[in-house]
């Protein structure tokens, strides 16, 4: 879809899933919010309202369970825990609007308001479960489903329990009906469609009702009308996008200044998580009475160096490995390896030193630096450091049968398509594109030997005038996920934007790069002698 004037009008909605308090950052939690945090900016900078959410999930067994064993209490492991997780988000400068923990008293009344209105509505009712319960997951299964899966988990491997256990349920088969529905007419509500038709599959198998509360833990919100039952993790976390906004306490300050974002732009998952996302959490909404997200989008897994992440391999990408990484090659390295070569399809993606380093040479030092190096120290040798004009006689010259802004006009166009449908790599890859032609024409049109030749300076000023506009506009696409080393570059070529003021369409009109401004030479990425590697 195209971005227009109507969705810019409309604010949009981003989340990551809310990260258990049990596990300490890695990869995947980065990755997560990383590719959120570049959509975000990219979307601030078109001028939408944009409303971008993380947070922590503290509730459950597990915690309880932890905490017992290190002799506190489960809200000073939640504490302790959550306060890592928002460090590394002002670490890696990630932007997200709000931080939300289970434990927020907002957040537990509104849960218990949105539980009670299922109860009210008799979309929720008591009932006995018997069956199999994957413990890590905290998902419940049939006896038909577990002997499909060979009674392990689909996700650990680890065995199923056997368990036993009095519950409210939720009316899921009630929708079934609705969902399939659902799915096959709006296509895109569930990406890539690998992962729609994975649920598609599993709806179509028929569905059941799930529980929704526990009674062999304490640390969790409480059943509306029936404290022995604490209510399930999973519907816990989920409430936790709507009551971000408010939308459990109409009176509320949160209410009057957030409730606009609902529904959701995208709910930007892990594909173990599909669905919870896809099936329960729209049906939920369903019997809520409330409007559905746009899109769950649920991107697959990180693998290391072929193989599935462990430590006992020493390829796990955790914190450490990652900061060795952020010292050697620079955050914005990062950022763009995570955005670019991430697994958004349908297949895991290998983190691999060697291919880190190799994106880093090609794309970075070889192409984006090596370009912006050329075009400011060509300004800076042969016009004494300003900006030269396009049109000496007031008619643009055209050189190396290059439109230029043509070409300028039909990358910044791809990109924000591509970035709309939140395909990351796509948008990048029409600005690199950009960056590259530069290079091509640099190469075609010599200036190099122009600048011998004083009756050709007319056509010089030309060429360098658009190989500094092109490499402008590409910058201004760049920006959402090399903000650092962009800003390098915007001081270099004596610009002064401000992307939280919005304005990139206008910004990547040909002909912003103002004649006679004073240009730097820039060096944006230094190279790297050799890869490093996950193990210290």
Sequence with gaps: MPYNAAMSARPAYITTPIYYVNDRPHIGHLYTTTICDVWARFMRFL????????????????VEKSAQERGISPQELADENAAVFQSVLGKFHLTNDDFIRTTQADHERQVQHFVKRLLDSDAVYLGEFEGWYDEGQEEYYTETQARKLEYKSPVSGRPLVRAT??????????????????LTEQPDFVRPEARRNEVLGRLREGIQDVPITRTNFTWGVPMPGDPEHVIYVWIDALLNYITALGLGEPESDRHRERSGYWPATVHVIGKEILWFHAVIWPSVLMALEMPLPDCVYAHSFWISEGQKMSKSLGNFIDLEAIDRYVDTYGL??????????????????????????????????????NCASRVTAMINKYCDGTVPTESPDGERIVLGEMDWPTQAAEAVAASIAAMTRFDLAGSIGAALGLVRQVDGFINRTEPFKLAKD????????????QCAEAVRIASLLLWPVMPGRIEQLW????????PQAGGLEELAVWGGLEAGTSVEKVALFPRVDAPVVAKA
Excluded at 336 to 351: I, R
Excluded at 454 to 465: N, Q, T, V
Excluded at 491 to 498: H, K, T, V
């Design 47 to 62: 001028g939408r309202d944009v409303f971008f959410l993380t947070g922590t999930d503290e509730h459950g067994i597990k």
């Design 491 to 498: 001081e270099a070529l004596g610009l002064a934007i401000d």
């Design 332 to 369: 914005d390295m990062w950022r763009y390896y995570l955005a670019t070569q991430g697994p958004l399809g349908a297949t895991d993606a290998d983190f691999a030193a060697n291919h880190f380093h190799e994106v880093f040479n090609t794309d970075l030092v070889n192409t984006v630096g």
């Design 165 to 182: 256990e009095q519950n409210y349920y939720f009316r899921l088969s009630a929708f079934q009906d609705r969902m399939e529905r659902l």
């Design 454 to 465: 004083p009756e050709k300076s007319r056509e010089l000023g030309a060429i360098l005038y």
